[in-house]
């Protein structure tokens, strides 16, 4: 039986300062830690028809590391294989390389652009790293690439928020997921009264998402999901997953899994995911895809 592989990458150069992700800065961990995924993609016998290499930032592995992963599970011909990137840790030759490893979708990390929101965000790209990036993936080959936006970010205005649609859609992209900042605790956001004080309230918050779901829908992306956006034929098979109660394997650390009608996680620890011969689980839910959550998931759906 054919299922959905997330893969969760646990690598960032650096933390972000409104991210609960589980990540490390530890980059020199990736030979061990790729080595750790192929051993438990061996294991479960996986096989299957969609891929996703989720974060933390799977754009710092290589082109090869990403490939022995692949290599170690049944893909079925014709599989979506996505993988998370972040704009300032690709160039063209590297987009090249992992297009030819078998990645054929790519979800870029844009969230704005605008400088000013993406300085507030502490990430490490600006708004011309993103747009280059993206151009350098469809140069590179892919036709089926995705971009993230942030909504009711510090400064975000409804004004700022349409310019940031506005170039984004004349880019060579069919996807686009919008999901609104949420503050956790125990990140650096979290504990920023000033950062607090500089975020949209909730109804301007509303406010945001309601323009970003009508430009959207006004330049060709169908809104398929509360978050989602796609040109026809270009949503997200592998989420679609997620949100249609179908089973998935979750391999590294803090991924999630769903098999045998039973929902396990494996803990947020590199060091215990590296040196364990397989990735403990610890079973969440005996009995995943009661039907209430099966009605809950779906009602994300626009469908
Ligand atoms: S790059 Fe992504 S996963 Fe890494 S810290 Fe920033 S938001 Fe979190």
Redesign the pocket.
Known sequence: MYRGLYIHVPF?K???PY?D?Y?VTKTELADDYTAAVVRNIKAQNVKADTVYFG???PSLLSAKQIYSMLSAAEIAYGSEITMEC?PNSVDEKYLADIFSAGVNRISF?VQSLSDKELSALGRLHNAETAVNAINSAYKAGFRNISADLMLATAYQTKETLAETIEKLVKLPICHVSAYMLKIEEGTAYGKSETIQSLIPNEDETADMYLEAVQMLEENGFAQYEISNFAHKGCESRHNLKYWRCEEYYGIGPSAHSYVDGVRKACPPSIERFINSELQEEIVTEENGGADDEKIMLALRLTQ
């Open positions: 960032c650096r933390k972000c991210c992700f990540s974060g933390g930032t972040n990390g």
